[in-house]
């Protein structure tokens, strides 16, 4: 990939995150050993969060009103993008799509311009469950995705798919060493499991449609 055309999807993507930013989300530990009586009293009557071991979690969000905060403009974007999709969804036999990618059984035209679609990869085999767990196996290699588990191998595909759940190794951050009395970062074992079913759409056999919601918006 080029470098500069990597930077400037990051740019852009990060743009678009902070332009549809609203709300922003705090999270305040408070150490109650180092409390006296009347401040530890205090804490557990009257301030709002929970109770873990010597550690009192407190989680709030609020409205964000950042000089750079624009939602239309996002709002905007995200409208474009699916406008876009859905022109090659009606003209293309499509198999998977997600945010700015589609999967499809046709050859269809190949651009390198910011902004078109752009051939990634030939896929020789594949598995398309649900939004962001599919695997795909192309020339080059094998692309699983599973929305949840990180470095989800292939034997972590199969027990998912079949309804079984996976152990995986992850890295505690903040607010969970503080819940569970650990250290930060520590590396802790997690049970993953994923539920098949697609509350996104209405299935008959292979086929599928888009849920419709019936009365008036106001």
Not at 19 to 24: D, M
Not at 58 to 75: H, K
Request: charged content about 35%; overall charge positive; glycine content about 6%.
């Amino acid at each position: 990939n080029d470098p500069n055309e990597i930077v400037t999807k990051v740019i852009m993507n990060s743009l678009y995150g902070k332009f549809a930013q609203n709300k922003v989300q705090n999270c305040k530990i408070k150490d109650l050993r180092y409390l006296d009586k009347d401040e530890k009293t205090y804490a557990l009557l009257y301030e709002k969060g929970d109770i873990k071991g010597d550690k009192l979690i407190r989680v709030t969000e609020e409205e964000y009103d950042g000089v750079f905060s624009f939602p239309i403009l996002s709002s905007y974007i995200t409208s474009y993008a699916r406008i876009l999709m859905y022109e090659y969804i009606k003209k293309y036999d499509v198999v998977y799509t997600d945010t700015d990618s589609i999967v499809v059984k046709d050859e269809i035209p190949s651009s390198n311009k910011l902004g078109e679609m752009k051939l990634e990869a030939r896929i020789i085999q594949g598995e398309f469950y649900k939004p962001k767990m599919y695997k795909m196996i192309t020339q080059e290699k094998v692309d699983i995705k599973v929305k949840g588990i990180n470095k989800c191998g292939e034997d972590d595909f199969e027990k998912i798919k079949n309804g079984q759940t996976v152990k995986k190794e992850k890295l505690s951050k903040i607010r969970e060493s503080a819940r569970r009395e650990l250290k930060t970062r520590t590396h802790i074992d997690v049970e993953k499991s994923l539920s098949l079913e697609d509350n996104k759409r209405i299935w008959e056999g292979n086929e599928s449609n888009p849920i419709k919601i019936k009365g008036d918006i106001k």
